[in-house]
């Protein structure tokens, strides 16, 4: 069956350091793969897009990694702040027809 | 430029009863699809529509339903509610097109509560 997995459970981290976020999918072979953050109570926010022939794409202090042959896609948050709390997820569109199928997502808390 | 609006933010209705949620879209987006998320199963899709047409959809039964009008704003139409249809409910916006690799835009939700 096709499955977007991600740790289900919290990340703590301390401030300044670099959070990294797992999402690893089975049976789909996408063509992208988005990132967004959301906050409780809130819509999701669009953080990165990576498309298959991309293996690392960086944005501030964001960088999302993509591996198709692993099946896999790793988000970092460097120089960690309490304000990037909250829980991300990882999307991908297996028909081009904006179709997102989200993973769980996880749960990240940065402390000062 | 205006975020993605949806209207009303916050809705409790009696089961049997049946809802309309709305949302408008970014000027110029095209493409508007509905997603159902609870804490069990996350963000689910329910379905995607361009240009007045419905493109995609989700494994939801026929109780729940859609349309989009011709000034790219929708509606999302739940009938009978269940106690299991309380959610939030969110919308998202794209440019859409054949094929779009393009991120979506979220709005607030519509946080709907059914007793």
């Known amino acids: 069956s096709q499955k977007i997995e991600q740790n289900s459970e919290a990340l703590n981290i301390q401030e300044g350091k670099t959070a990294t976020l797992t999402c690893n999918y089975t049976n789909y072979s996408p063509a992208y793969l988005q990132w967004y953050r959301q906050d409780p109570g809130r819509g999701p926010v669009f953080l990165l897009l990576i498309r298959e022939n991309e293996k690392e794409k960086r944005k501030e202090r964001l960088k999302v990694t993509f591996d198709t042959t692993l099946k896999q896609s790793l988000f970092h948050i460097t120089a960690s702040q309490p304000a990037d709390s909250a829980t991300y997820l990882c999307a991908l569109d297996p028909t081009g027809f904006q179709k997102l199928v989200f993973g769980t997502g996880t749960r990240l808390l940065v402390s000062p | 430029k205006a975020g993605v609006t949806q209207t009303p933010r916050y809705l409790i209705k009696t089961r049997g009863q049946q809802v309309t949620l709305s949302c408008s879209p970014i000027s110029g987006h095209r493409s508007v699809s509905w997603y159902q998320q609870t804490p069990g199963q996350g963000l689910q899709f329910l379905f995607e529509?361009?240009?007045?047409?419905?493109?995609n959809k989700g494994n939801f039964p026929g109780r729940f339903s859609g349309r989009q009008f011709s000034n790219s704003r929708s509606e999302m139409n739940v009938s009978t509610l269940e106690l299991g249809d309380s959610a939030l409910y969110l919308c998202?916006?794209?440019?859409?097109?054949?094929?779009?690799?393009?991120?979506?835009?979220f709005g607030q939700g519509t946080r709907l509560t059914v007793v």
């Open positions: 529509y361009f240009s007045e047409t419905q493109r």
């Open positions: 998202a916006s794209s440019w859409g097109g054949a094929i779009s690799n393009t991120e979506a835009f």
